[in-house]
Nanobody
Framework: QVRLVESGGGLVQAWGSLRLSCAAS????????MGWFRQAPGKERELVAR????????YYGNSVKGRFTISRDNAKNTVYLQMNSLKPEDTAVYYC???????????????????WGQGTQVTVSS
Protein backbone atom coordinates (compact mmCIF):
# COMPACT_ATOMS: atom_id res chain seq x y z
CA GLN A 1 0.00 0.00 0.00
CA VAL A 2 1.08 3.54 -0.78
CA ARG A 3 -0.63 6.44 0.97
CA LEU A 4 -0.63 9.83 -0.73
CA VAL A 5 -1.50 13.17 0.85
CA GLU A 6 -1.72 16.32 -1.26
CA SER A 7 -1.40 19.88 -0.02
CA GLY A 8 -0.92 23.36 -1.41
CA GLY A 9 -4.13 24.02 -3.27
CA GLY A 10 -6.11 27.20 -2.93
CA LEU A 11 -7.44 30.30 -4.64
CA VAL A 12 -5.12 32.36 -6.82
CA GLN A 13 -5.56 35.11 -9.39
CA ALA A 14 -4.82 34.54 -13.04
CA TRP A 15 -1.10 34.60 -13.86
CA GLY A 16 -0.30 33.70 -10.27
CA SER A 17 1.56 30.65 -8.97
CA LEU A 18 0.94 27.74 -6.64
CA ARG A 19 3.03 24.75 -5.60
CA LEU A 20 1.33 21.47 -4.83
CA SER A 21 2.99 18.82 -2.71
CA CYS A 22 2.26 15.12 -2.45
CA ALA A 23 3.75 13.20 0.45
CA ALA A 24 3.96 9.45 -0.03
CA SER A 25 4.20 6.85 2.72
CA UNK A 26 4.05 3.08 2.93
CA UNK A 27 5.59 0.91 0.20
CA UNK A 28 7.20 3.82 -1.59
CA UNK A 29 10.16 1.69 -2.66
CA UNK A 30 7.80 -0.04 -5.10
CA UNK A 31 6.81 3.21 -6.79
CA UNK A 32 7.72 3.40 -10.47
CA UNK A 33 6.12 6.70 -11.41
CA MET A 34 4.17 9.56 -9.86
CA GLY A 35 1.60 11.58 -11.68
CA TRP A 36 -0.49 14.67 -11.17
CA PHE A 37 -3.98 14.52 -12.62
CA ARG A 38 -6.75 17.08 -12.56
CA GLN A 39 -10.49 16.97 -12.96
CA ALA A 40 -12.68 19.96 -13.67
CA PRO A 41 -16.48 19.83 -13.21
CA GLY A 42 -18.11 17.91 -16.02
CA LYS A 43 -14.78 16.83 -17.51
CA GLU A 44 -12.75 13.67 -17.43
CA ARG A 45 -9.73 13.33 -15.20
CA GLU A 46 -6.63 14.15 -17.23
CA LEU A 47 -2.92 13.61 -16.75
CA VAL A 48 -1.15 16.91 -16.17
CA ALA A 49 2.39 15.74 -15.50
CA ARG A 50 4.28 12.56 -14.73
CA UNK A 51 7.73 11.77 -13.36
CA UNK A 52 9.53 8.46 -13.18
CA UNK A 53 10.52 8.03 -9.59
CA UNK A 54 14.09 6.79 -10.06
CA UNK A 55 15.04 8.10 -13.51
CA UNK A 56 13.43 11.50 -12.99
CA UNK A 57 12.29 11.85 -16.59
CA UNK A 58 9.13 13.87 -17.00
CA TYR A 59 6.06 14.26 -19.18
CA TYR A 60 3.68 17.23 -19.45
CA GLY A 61 0.27 17.58 -20.99
CA ASN A 62 0.12 20.08 -23.85
CA SER A 63 -2.10 22.47 -21.91
CA VAL A 64 0.48 22.97 -19.14
CA LYS A 65 3.76 22.56 -20.98
CA GLY A 66 6.07 25.48 -20.25
CA ARG A 67 4.02 26.61 -17.23
CA PHE A 68 4.06 23.64 -14.84
CA THR A 69 7.05 21.74 -13.47
CA ILE A 70 6.95 18.37 -11.75
CA SER A 71 9.79 17.37 -9.45
CA ARG A 72 10.48 14.92 -6.67
CA ASP A 73 12.52 14.65 -3.52
CA ASN A 74 13.31 10.97 -3.08
CA ALA A 75 14.65 11.46 0.44
CA LYS A 76 11.35 13.01 1.54
CA ASN A 77 9.18 10.72 -0.61
CA THR A 78 7.49 13.83 -1.92
CA VAL A 79 6.54 14.97 -5.40
CA TYR A 80 5.81 18.58 -6.28
CA LEU A 81 3.91 20.41 -8.97
CA GLN A 82 5.01 24.01 -9.46
CA MET A 83 2.29 25.84 -11.34
CA ASN A 84 3.11 29.22 -12.88
CA SER A 85 1.15 31.58 -15.11
CA LEU A 86 -2.08 30.01 -13.95
CA LYS A 87 -5.20 30.44 -16.05
CA PRO A 88 -8.88 30.17 -15.11
CA GLU A 89 -9.04 26.98 -17.18
CA ASP A 90 -6.54 25.39 -14.77
CA THR A 91 -9.29 25.38 -12.14
CA ALA A 92 -9.85 21.79 -11.04
CA VAL A 93 -9.31 19.27 -8.28
CA TYR A 94 -5.74 18.08 -8.55
CA TYR A 95 -4.88 14.51 -7.63
CA CYS A 96 -1.55 12.88 -6.95
CA UNK A 97 -1.21 9.26 -8.03
CA UNK A 98 1.39 6.50 -7.81
CA UNK A 99 2.07 3.76 -10.34
CA UNK A 100 3.90 0.53 -9.56
CA UNK A 101 4.34 -0.28 -13.23
CA UNK A 102 3.43 1.23 -16.56
CA UNK A 103 1.66 -0.08 -19.61
CA UNK A 104 3.67 -0.55 -22.76
CA UNK A 105 3.33 3.13 -23.70
CA UNK A 106 4.39 4.49 -20.33
CA UNK A 107 2.38 5.82 -17.40
CA UNK A 108 0.02 8.05 -19.35
CA UNK A 109 -3.27 6.37 -18.52
CA UNK A 110 -5.37 6.70 -15.40
CA UNK A 111 -5.48 2.90 -15.24
CA UNK A 112 -1.69 2.78 -14.79
CA UNK A 113 -2.00 4.34 -11.34
CA UNK A 114 -2.87 2.10 -8.40
CA UNK A 115 -2.88 4.64 -5.59
CA TRP A 116 -4.51 8.05 -5.36
CA GLY A 117 -4.58 10.96 -2.99
CA GLN A 118 -7.75 12.65 -1.82
CA GLY A 119 -7.31 15.63 -4.12
CA THR A 120 -6.76 19.33 -3.54
CA GLN A 121 -8.81 22.14 -5.05
CA VAL A 122 -7.13 24.75 -7.21
CA THR A 123 -9.23 27.73 -8.20
CA VAL A 124 -7.91 30.41 -10.53
CA SER A 125 -9.89 33.63 -10.72
CA SER A 126 -9.87 35.88 -13.75
Amino acid sequence: QVRLVESGGGLVQAWGSLRLSCAASGRTSSTYAMGWFRQAPGKERELVARIYWRAGSTYYGNSVKGRFTISRDNAKNTVYLQMNSLKPEDTAVYYCAAALRCSGYGCYERSDYAYWGQGTQVTVSS
